[in-house]
C-alpha cells in the first residue's frame, strides 16, 4: 500500500498534468490587441501617472500630451484632469498627486 505522502504526490502530479493540459491545449488564453482606451481608471491614472514623472524629468509638454492621446480622444488636460481624479480617488501618495496636479496644470495653462 502506498503511504500518505506519496498519495499526495501523485494527487498533486495529476492536478498540475491536469491543470496544464485544460490550459495550453484545451481552453488556451486568447490574447486580444486592444487600446488603451479600454483601460481601467486605476490602470489610467497610473499611465497619467507615468507620463507626469516623464514629464517632471524632460520638461518637455508636447510631448507629454502625445502620450496622454492615446488614452482617448478628450484634449489631454481632460485625460490628466481624470486621472488626477482618479488618483484622489485611489489615494495615490502626496507626491504623485503632485506630480499629474503640475502636468494638469501645464497642459491647461499651454491649451492641451
Do not use: C, H
Amino acid at each position: 500500500m502506498l503511504s500518505t505522502p506519496i498519495k499526495y504526490l501523485i494527487a498533486l502530479v495529476i492536478g498540475i498534468s491536469l491543470g496544464l493540459l485544460y490550459g495550453w491545449a484545451i481552453d488556451p488564453v486568447e490574447f486580444i490587441d486592444t487600446t488603451p482606451e479600454t483601460l481601467r481608471a486605476d490602470y489610467r491614472a497610473d499611465y497619467v501617472l507615468m507620463t507626469a514623472e516623464i514629464y517632471n524629468s524632460d520638461g518637455n509638454l508636447s510631448l507629454a500630451a502625445q502620450r496622454l492621446a492615446v488614452l482617448g480622444s478628450q484634449p489631454p488636460a481632460e485625460i490628466a484632469a481624470q486621472g488626477y481624479q482618479s488618483a484622489l480617488e485611489f489615494k495615490f501618495s502626496d507626491a504623485d498627486i503632485a506630480l499629474i496636479q503640475r502636468l494638469m496644470s501645464s497642459l491647461q495653462a499651454g491649451g492641451n
